[in-house]
């Protein structure tokens, strides 16, 4: 073969392998379950301190797609008594092993924390290892309707029921609100 001819198809090649094979541009469904969590959110809750002490806080939430939709992205900033502190996480789908993965970052924290986890019905349950040795975090994002979720967040320990840390509710705010 003439090495003219290599050229064009050493060029065709690369230009093929430039490009994402079509299933990496379409949004997997299991992701299009959280396009309910897209849009700017109002909330409050409690904090529950460990002794019982119940701290009321109150929170602004913006949920957006971001690379592509790959992720959902959820920006949170949350008040309370103690101070206010921003909080960020980018949720994916994981093809392979058919779950849910986030990285969670934290204002109060230089560690990003890492859970995955299933939709169970109208729930997005994500847990894993937790801020303190031996102890798992567990997220439960539950969607009541199209403008309302509630979250609650747990520790557990390898013995006995989690511990409720905080729970709320967000409504989604009206566009240009």
Known sequence: MSKLLWIPLLAAAL???AQ???ALNERPAEMLKLDKLVGSWSGDGHWFAPGGEDRSWKGESKGAWSL??????LKTT?????GTS???AMISWDRARQRYHAVLFFSNDSTPRMVAGEMEGNKLVLSG?????GSHLILTFTMESETKYTLLVQLAREEGDPIRVAEGSYTKKKEGS
């Open 20 to 22: 994402d094979p079509p």
């Open 129 to 133: 290892p937790a801020a303190d040795e």
């Open 68 to 73: 592509r939709g790959r992720y959902l992205e």
């Open 15 to 17: 230009l093929a392998g």
């Open 78 to 82: 949350v008040t309370s008594a103690n």
């Open 86 to 88: 921003e909080n960020s």
